[in-house]
C-alpha cells in the first residue's frame, strides 16, 4: 500500500526530500506518520501528517528542519528534510493508519519500506 523512496547520501547541512506513494483511501480519517531507526536503536517517529486536515505534528528533534506535507492528486505524501545533521542518519519508513493522528509506532498497521538516508560530516 506504500511505496517510499527518495533517500541518499548527503553531507551535513543539506537536503533530501523522501517520497511515499499511497495506495489507500485518503478521503476519511487517514494519517501518514514517517518514522526513523538508526542501527543500533529502535525505530523512532519523526513526523505525522492528518491527510485531510494537513494537520502536521513533529518530533522535537526535527522540528523547524523537516517539513511533512501530502499532494493529494498523486496520492503522494512528502518529508522536506533541510539542515541535515549526522544524528539525522537511520533508514526512514512511511506508515498509515486510520484514525486519530496518534505518534506512536504500535498503531500503524501500514508500512512502507524503509529507505536510507545517510548524512556525512
Known amino acids: 500500500q506504500l511505496q517510499a523512496s527518495g533517500g541518499g547520501l548527503v553531507q551535513t547541512g543539506g537536503s533530501l526530500r523522501l517520497s511515499c506513494t499511497t495506495s489507500g483511501r485518503t478521503d476519511t480519517n487517514y494519517v501518514m506518520g514517517w518514522f526513523r531507526q538508526a542501527p543500533g536503536k529502535e525505530r523512532e517517529f519523526v513526523a505525522l501528517l492528518a491527510w485531510r486536515t494537513g494537520t502536521a505534528s513533529y518530533a522535537d528533534s526535527v522540528k523547524g528542519r523537516f517539513t511533512i506535507s501530502r499532494a493529494n492528486a498523486v496520492n503522494t505524501g512528502y518529508l522536506q528534510m533541510e539542515n541535515l545533521k549526522p544524528e539525522d542518519t537511520a533508514v526512514y519508513y512511511c506508515?498509515?493508519?486510520?484514525?486519530?493522528?496518534?505518534?506512536?509506532?504500535?498503531?500503524?498497521?501500514?508500512w512502507g519500506q524503509g529507505t536510507q538516508v545517510t548524512v556525512s560530516s
Open positions: 506508515a498509515a493508519r486510520y484514525g486519530s493522528a496518534l505518534p506512536m509506532i504500535k498503531y500503524y498497521r501500514y
